[in-house]
């Protein structure tokens, strides 16, 4: 490869150069990776402490560290729930699959933090309506075969249910 035939907009650039090597000497001090480790599992913990008293709508903690996500419980739907934490509590989540929600920390998260997340969770819990069950299943749809054809066409929609307050209307 000859120099000038293959670029990119901030690589080897010296900001570029010079924040990643500042970002490093942070991860790389004495003690950082020791502390991140040490928050991953008290969050973790933390989250652990939360699933009892919200059991009707939390069912698991998933991840490591600090890359966390809670399994909800159906018909509690990750993303209603997020956007209801968003709106109403100032807590940043993020929706995941399998009907989970991610809490993705940065680094430099503290004690103080830490609490101040749970304790905005779980008002978020407490004050979430969850959606009913009906409103929150598929309806399936059979259509009987023509002549000529071998099997009856199935399919499923989502049955919406009314919206709730403070939830995404962009979807």
Known sequence: ????????????????????????????????????????????????????????????????????????????????????LRDNHGLLTVAAGENVFRVLPPLVINEDHIAECVERLSA????????????ATNATFVIPAKAGHHRPFTFMLPVMGPRLRGSDERR
């Open 1 to 84: 490869m000859v120099a000038g035939t293959h670029g990119s907009t901030y690589g080897g650039n010296p900001l570029a150069m010079a924040a990643g090597q500042a970002i490093l000497d942070v991860m790389l001090s004495p003690g950082f990776l020791e502390h991140v480790t040490a928050m991953g599992d008290r969050l973790r913990a933390a989250f652990e402490q939360l699933i009892p008293n919200h059991d009707n709508l939390f069912e698991e903690i998933r991840g490591k560290g600090l890359m966390l996500g809670i399994k909800m419980k159906e018909p509690a739907v990750s993303r209603d729930f997020v956007a209801h």
């Open 124 to 135: 978020g819990a407490r004050d979430y309506q969850m959606p009913d069950a009906a409103c």
